[in-house]
Each structure stands twice: as C-alpha cells, then as structure tokens.
C-alpha cells in the first residue's frame, strides 16, 4: 500500500487564489520530508526540504514567500502556493523516507495544479 | 556539486532487453538509485546499489562502478508497462536530499 499519501491530486484555481497541498507518511515517523515540482518530460527539481519543528530550507530560486511550508508534526508536511499564478502551473510531488539507513525515497502521488 | 547524466530516449520492442546508462559527477554519494515515473504517476523505487556490483530484483537489474563513475539500469523481458521515464538519484554524502538525472524515457513497442 501507499506509505506517503498526498492530496489534493488536482486543483484548477483562478490566478491570485492560495492552494494548500498536505502530505503524509502513512507508517513512519519523517522529520525530513522533500517537495519537488516537475515540468513535462523534466527531471524532478527540489524545491525544499521540510523539517519538523523548524524552518524548511529552500533551494536557490524558489521563492519562499510563494511557497509556503509547513511542517507540524512527524507525519505531516504542507505546501502552500501563495497567490497562484497561471506560471505556477505544474506537478508537485512530496517524498519522504525512513529513518533507516539506505532508505528509498517514497513519493506521494502528486498534484496536478492549474491555474487560470 | 553532482551531476548526473542518461540519455534522452531509449525504444525497444517487446521481449528484449535494453540498458539505460546513467554517468555522474560527483563529489561523494551513499549509493546508486532508480526510480521509475510512468506518464502522470509518481516516482516509484526500483533498485538501488551502495556497492559496486550488480543488483538483481526480478526482470530488473542495476549495476554500479564508482571508479568509473558510471551505473546502469538493466531492464529484461521488456512488456509495454515499461514504458515509462526511469531516472538515476544519488543521495550526497552528509545530505538528506536525493539529486535526480535528467530521465530517460523509455518507449517499449508491440
């Protein structure tokens, strides 16, 4: 079964309006959980590193005052694009991994966001 | 910093066997990973190698050579499911953060 669970998987929004995407660890504790966005035919491009309890850290580019993140206890990890705009448009996929040595990355099943 | 490498495209037919390459440049790394992306989906694990050497799972094989600097993904029994985008991930040395290659998309034909 799934071991991360993301929702929504599809949000249309008018250009201006805030989107909350929520992402879970369904079996384990994740103190690190990451947030990626993914354009057609590209590769993954973190965008952050969510850590629980404490500040995430973004990449180089990605603007922190539009993406909004929260991470509030060990099993839950939040993305909110603020004030969408129609660039924002993509697939935005979180993932986290077991605290374990070698653990793979799990993924959750992504959100299609579109925006008009 | 890292950086990884594979080709584009890969087509193949039904019941063969094809080999994605994936070439690095990195500074230190825990291990070799693949994952497998079908159109719309999320990523999923495949295989992963920490040491040199071939890994088996199944039609799916991985292989990794660090002083070449180079792995491969080894895809057997090929069946038109398996078209799909396979990317190579490496996990930095002292990161939490998986770095991913840019994806080769696989095109499996009747």
């Known amino acids: 079964g799934a071991v991360v669970s993301q929702h929504p998987s599809r949000v249309i929004c008018k250009s201006g309006t805030s989107v909350k995407i929520e992402c879970r660890s369904l079996?384990?504790?994740?103190?690190?959980m990451f947030w990626y966005r993914q354009f057609p035919k590209q590769s993954l491009m973190l965008m952050a590193t969510?850590?629980?309890?404490?500040?995430?850290?973004?990449e180089q580019g990605v603007e922190k005052d539009k993406f909004l993140i929260n991470h509030a206890s060990l099993t839950l990890s939040t993305l909110t694009v603020a004030s969408a705009h129609p660039e924002d448009s993509s697939f935005y996929i979180c993932?986290?991994?077991?605290?374990?040595?070698?653990?793979?990355?799990?993924f959750g099943n992504g959100t299609r966001l579109t925006v008009t | 910093g890292q950086s990884l490498e594979q080709p584009s495209e890969v087509t193949a037919v039904e019941g063969a066997i094809v080999q994605i390459n994936c070439t690095y440049q990195?500074?230190?790394?825990?291990?070799l990973s693949w994952y497998q992306q079908h159109d719309g989906g999320a990523p999923t694990f495949l295989s992963y190698n920490g040491l040199d050497g071939l890994e088996e799972t199944g039609r799916f094989s991985s292989f990794l050579s660090r002083s070449d600097s180079y792995g491969y993904l080894l895809l057997q029994e090929l069946q038109m499911k398996d078209s799909a985008s396979y990317f190579c991930a490496v996990r930095p040395e002292g990161g939490q953060n998986f770095v991913f290659g840019p994806g080769t998309r696989l095109s499996v034909l009747p």
């Open positions: 990195t500074s230190g790394f825990y291990g």
């Open positions: 969510s850590n629980e309890g404490s500040k995430a850290t973004y």
């Open positions: 079996d384990f504790q994740a103190t690190t």
């Open positions: 993932s986290a991994r077991r605290p374990l040595q070698n653990s793979p990355l799990h």
